[in-house]
């Protein structure tokens, strides 16, 4: 796992967090609805089998098998030797190749397009169904609808008093707008100074290793 939507999401919300907190969810409403519409449009445009980047990334890797050198094994199984000399054992049934790349991408590669040329299998069966353009439709066909306005100045039913937010000390100094790192992750290579321990003023610990 990793934090790339949250990152990615930081960045989108620089301004709106300095917004109230009713205010920053409707940016984020408003700012998924733009998000989806232009992406839904896009995927209806399309009209091949495969995403856009998966149909290229297929193209090259049959590109690369034409030079392969194919010898059965079995029905699904077969040796493949590529034009450095190398040999690469696949398995169309199972969908794996023993240069790890079929079973890690769940796209085939070229070892398996030239073992797939050899079986009469279509290579895009051999895709994975994320990678398909009707998965990529189903995607964006959620609708994100606006929230109803209440109306009326009655807040709370019977509740007549003042609605006011609620008694908390603001802490000293300026709100933070950098994200804190987590344990393991290390500063970029243009950004300068390091965090130390408050306590001994040592630098940071090595990563792997406890404070």
Not at 105 to 117: K, V
Request: charged share 20%; net charge positive.
């Amino acid at each position: 796992m990793d934090s790339n939507i949250a990152k990615s999401w930081n960045a989108v919300l620089k301004e709106a967090r300095e917004f109230p907190f009713i205010s920053m969810c409707e940016y984020i409403r408003t700012t998924l609805i733009s998000w989806f519409a232009l992406r839904r449009a896009k995927a209806l445009e399309h009209k091949g089998t495969l995403t856009p980047n998966v149909q290229g990334h297929v193209e090259l890797n049959f590109e690369s098998s034409t030079s392969s050198a194919v010898c059965g094994i079995s029905e699904t199984e077969f040796q493949v030797m590529a034009q450095s000399g190398e040999c690469f054992l696949v398995n169309l049934l199972s969908g794996t190749c023993s240069c790890n790349a079929f079973q890690e991408l769940r796209i085939p590669c070229p070892h398996a397009m030239a073992a797939a040329g050899r079986a009469n299998i279509r290579t895009d069966s051999l895709v994975a169904a994320a990678y398909y353009a009707d998965t990529w439709h189903s995607t964006y066909e959620a609708k994100i609808y606006p929230i109803p306005s209440v109306g009326g100045n009655k807040i709370g039913g019977e509740y007549a008093g003042d609605l006011l937010p609620p008694e908390v000390r603001r802490p000293p100094g300026r709100p933070r707008k950098v994200r804190i790192l987590s344990w393991g992750q290390d500063k970029h290579a243009g950004m300068k100074g390091s965090r130390k321990c408050t306590r001994c003023r040592g630098g940071r610990p090595q990563q792997g290793l406890m404070p």
